[in-house]
């Protein structure tokens, strides 16, 4: 729903296996999903910079990413225009968001 509302259209998702669970009240939480969303006419990547859906990385601080996962994505879509909502650290060439950002 809020891709729709911010004008993406919904494509796929992968899951970031984080090797260790956390807390949670129903799960304990160990997955993390990265949604990806389009605007406008935007093809698939090319088959050579496709990945594994399943992205199996230890976490390390609250709400940090992977570095591969940055590096997945821009190897996806060099062209494109990237955005980390809950972002930690500001990112060459990315848009961040979050109210945390350094």
């Not at 669970?21 to 990265?34: A, K, T, V």
């Not at 698939?44 to 601080?61: D, G, H, K, L």
Request: net charge positive.
């Amino acid at each position: 729903a809020v891709m729709e509302a911010w004008g993406f259209v919904y494509r796929t998702n992968a899951v970031w296996d984080k090797l260790k669970f956390g807390p949670g009240f129903w799960f304990r939480g160990q997955l993390e999903l990265l949604l990806v969303g389009v605007k406008g006419e935007f093809s698939p990547p090319v088959a050579e910079a496709r990945f594994s859906s399943v992205i199996r990385e230890a976490r390390t601080s609250h709400s940090k990413k992977p570095e591969c996962v940055y590096e997945m994505i821009e190897t996806m879509f060099p062209t494109g225009k990237y955005l980390e909502l809950f972002a930690r650290n500001e990112r060459l060439n990315w848009q961040g968001w979050g109210n945390e950002l350094k």
